[in-house]
């Protein structure tokens, strides 16, 4: 994560605070989706509230994901400045990863992930949050995984997110071959 950080890298060094579901988070998503879409007008070529606050019943960090979909992630010109206006910051750039593009939120509870069109990561973010949507046992297994998580000490957040990656690859597997 080094070399994709623009900036120092924020140390953790202690637990991840999960909150319980809060239903003021699709309201924050959508109000910041909206500030988006003004800024960036046909540029923002879909928004999607993802993550664990898009996901009512899950705990989760109280930190909106946001997926942001441009023509071509890569073009920072093409949008990076009009989300600064905003008061994002880029802190991530990720050419190997689908060229992704993270920005934080001007109160540090947004993270903005950018992907181009026809990514398939961005499919299966959505394929994950809408599996989770309609499936409560999967939704509590990713809960229980997190909640164990949360309790051990990280040096960094995405020590901790990596660390549910073979949880979320399980749930895929049944959210793939059960999707019609």
Not at 25 to 36: G, M, S
Not at 110 to 134: A, G, P, Y
Request: with cysteine; glycine share 4%; aromatic share 8%.
């Amino acid at each position: 994560m080094e070399k994709v950080t623009i900036g120092k890298r924020e140390l953790l060094n202690g637990k991840i605070v999960l909150d319980e579901y809060n239903p003021l988070w699709p309201v924050l998503f959508n109000q910041e989706a909206t500030r988006i879409r003004n800024a960036l007008g046909n540029r923002a070529r879909q928004i999607h509230h993802v993550g664990s606050t898009a996901i009512p019943g899950l705990c989760a960090k109280p930190i909106i994901d946001i997926l942001l979909v441009v023509a071509d992630a890569s073009d920072e010109l093409a949008y990076v400045s009009d989300l600064e206006l905003l008061g994002y910051t880029l802190r991530i750039r990720e050419p190997d990863w689908f060229q992704h593009r993270l920005l934080r939120g001007p109160n540090s509870d947004i993270n903005l992930h950018v992907f181009s069109e026809n990514t398939s990561e961005v499919q299966r973010m959505l394929r994950f949050r809408d599996w989770l949507l309609k499936n409560d046992s999967d939704k509590q297994k990713y809960k229980n995984e997190k909640r164990r998580l949360a309790q051990q000490i990280w040096q960094y957040v995405q020590d901790y997110a990596d660390a549910k990656t073979a949880v979320i690859q399980e749930i895929m597997e049944r959210a793939s071959t059960n999707t019609s």
